[in-house]
């Protein structure tokens, strides 16, 4: 072969594993996302769950104006998305949501964690190591 031969087939191996490099980080950043964003789904939904409970009357089965005795229906908790339950904390008139994702954040050790406060008529959300 030519000289001009082995430079190409070694530029062209080169390209090759940039180019894989460049896949699995790509892909590792996609699954953090997508599990941190299955996570808030989650907890949104659980959410709402909670304030259906605040605002139904207590006659009817709900908290009548009170999360005091809300709890997370048990196959919501945890889901597909996360590594364990969600920890919850209820009180009269807030409810903290706290769950761990299956895969790690931005700093590549630490599992994404999220963080949600339910009130009567907000819900907001954290992201730790998103």
Known sequence: MG????????????????AVVVGINVFTAS???????????????????????????????????TFTGWTIPSNLSPTANMSAAVTT???????TLVAVGNENGNDGSTKVKVT??????????????N
Request: net charge positive; proline share 3%; no cysteine.
């Open 3 to 18: 000289q001009q031969q082995l430079l190409l087939i070694v530029l062209g191996v080169i390209i090759v594993g940039i």
């Open 31 to 65: 699954s953090s996302s997508a599990n941190r964003d299955g996570v808030i789904a989650d907890l949104t939904n659980i959410a709402t769950m909670a304030q259906q409970y605040y605002r139904k009357p207590a006659s009817l089965g709900g908290g009548g104006n």
């Open 89 to 95: 904390t209820v009180a009269a008139q807030s409810v």
């Open 116 to 129: 949600m406060v339910v009130g009567p008529n907000s819900v907001t959300s954290t992201t730790i190591n």
